[in-house]
C-alpha cells in the first residue's frame, strides 16, 4: 500500500509559477512508477506527465510540454512537478499518483492516488 500526499497548490496568476510536491510513504516508493494527472470543472481527468522509478524516463502531455517538469527523489520519498508559464487552462485538481509498474503512460495502471491539490491561474 502507497500512502500520496500532495502539496503546493494555489492561486497565481497567468505566466506564473507554481511547484507541486508529492510525498509518498507505505511501501518501497522507488520501485513505483510516478504520475502527475488533472481534472479541471467537467471534464475527464487527463494525464500530465509521468517519470519511472529510476527518473529517467518522462513523459508529458502535449498540453503542457516545454512548461512543466516532472522529477523524484527518492531519498526523499517525493516527486515534483515544476510548472511554469501557468495558462488558465491549467487550472484544475492536480493528483499524484503511483503505478506498480516501474513506468506508464496509461491511467488504469496506476494503483494508488493521493486527494488532489487545487490549482487556479487567473487571467
Known amino acids: 500500500q502507497v500512502h500520496l500526499v500532495e502539496s503546493g497548490g494555489g492561486l497565481v496568476q497567468t505566466g506564473g509559477s507554481l511547484r507541486l510536491s508529492c510525498a509518498a510513504s507505505?511501501?518501497?516508493?522507488?520501485?513505483?512508477?510516478m504520475g502527475w494527472f488533472r481534472q479541471a470543472p467537467g471534464k475527464e481527468r487527463e494525464l500530465v506527465a509521468t517519470?519511472?522509478?529510476?527518473?529517467?524516463?518522462?513523459y508529458y502531455a502535449d498540453s503542457v510540454k516545454g512548461r512543466f517538469t516532472i522529477s523524484r527523489d527518492n531519498a526523499k520519498n517525493t516527486v515534483y512537478l515544476q510548472m511554469d508559464t501557468l495558462k488558465p487552462e491549467d487550472t484544475a485538481v492536480y493528483y499524484c499518483?503511483?503505478?506498480?509498474?516501474?513506468?506508464?503512460?496509461?491511467?488504469?495502471?496506476?494503483?494508488?492516488w493521493g486527494q488532489g491539490t487545487q490549482v487556479t491561474v487567473s487571467s
Open positions: 499518483a503511483a503505478s506498480n509498474l516501474y513506468y506508464s503512460r496509461s491511467r488504469a495502471s496506476y494503483d494508488y
Open positions: 507505505g511501501r518501497s516508493f522507488s520501485t513505483n512508477g
Open positions: 517519470i519511472s522509478r529510476g527518473g529517467v524516463t518522462t
